[in-house]
């Protein structure tokens, strides 16, 4: 009867590198994305259905992250951590990305974010859970390219907000904060990166602390990351 890891965005990247990790550890995952044919391919290398459920989920639904937490708790009996995960990016000009993209990613790293923390509160709140959203460096300091640095200072936000309407409760709440992570986010590949296991190590650095200790943040730089 291992704990119950939900992560969306765990198609690619950050996200599939933490369930790696999460499974590792000894907990089972549910692992939530859009694609499915990639959930289906990652819960077969994570060791099968008696470690990780997928879910083909859209954040930007609220009845997916309903029906996202309530797959965890039907099929593994519980919910221990949530990391909201899923997003994207745009890094180029003002005037280079368009208003749609703008749109599609306010809802998703934004109110996807928001929504999947809100459908998992009263299961966290029943097995005094952990909640883990992903900002990043742009959400501490304003970096160039279009919007993408709002929808992140936005998360941080929320993560405190989150933070505080849980006090009391035994929810932990901790906003991890990476700068360059080498993942599909970038279209150019570059060796200065991050690796998404980094990343993953970190989210599991703060769910691993005794039960009294809450990691509120986390920043993880590549070591040659200026800005
Ligand atoms: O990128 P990638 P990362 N509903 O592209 C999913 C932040 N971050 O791991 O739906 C549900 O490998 C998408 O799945 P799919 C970043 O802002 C990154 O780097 O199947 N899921 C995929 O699994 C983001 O919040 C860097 O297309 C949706 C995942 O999101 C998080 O890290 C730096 C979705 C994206 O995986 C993970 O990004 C930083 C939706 N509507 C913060 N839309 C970095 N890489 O450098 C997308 O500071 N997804």
Redesign the pocket.
């Known amino acids: 009867d291992s704990r119950v890891f939900v992560i ?9 590198a933490t369930a790696h990790r999460a499974v590792e550890a000894g907990y089972r995952v549910v692992l ?4 499915k044919d ?1 959930l289906d391919a990652l819960v077969e290398a994570l060791g099968g259905a008696s470690h990780a459920l997928a879910v083909t ?4 639904k609220w009845e997916d992250n309903e029906a996202l937490i309530a797959a965890a708790q039907d099929t593994f009996g519980s919910v221990d951590v949530v990391f909201a ?5 745009a890094a180029r000009g003002w005037l280079n990305e368009t208003p749609e993209h703008w749109h599609d990613m306010v809802l ?2 934004v109110l ?1 974010a928001a929504y999947t923390v809100r459908a998992a509160i009263p299961a966290l709140k029943a097995t005094k859970g952990h909640v883990l959203l ?5 959400g501490r300091k304003a970096l160039p390219g279009s919007l993408y640095s709002s929808t ?1 200072w936005a998360v941080t936000g929320m993560s405190e907000s989150i933070r505080q309407d849980l006090n009391g409760t035994g929810v932990r709440t901790t906003l991890i ?10 279209d150019n590949p570059s060796q200065d ?1 991050l690796e ?1 296991d980094d990343i993953a190590r970190a989210v599991l650095y703060a769910v691993s602390q005794p039960p009294h200790v809450d990691i509120n943040e986390i920043f993880v730089r590549p070591i040659a990351q200026e800005g």
């Open positions: 969306t965005g765990a198609s690619s990247g950050i996200g599939a939530g994305a859009r694609s990639k989920t859209d954040v930007t995960n899923a997003g994207f990016g998703t790293n996807g992903t900002g990043s460096v742009a992140k904060s990476p700068g360059g992570v080498e993942t599909p986010f970038f990166r998404p």
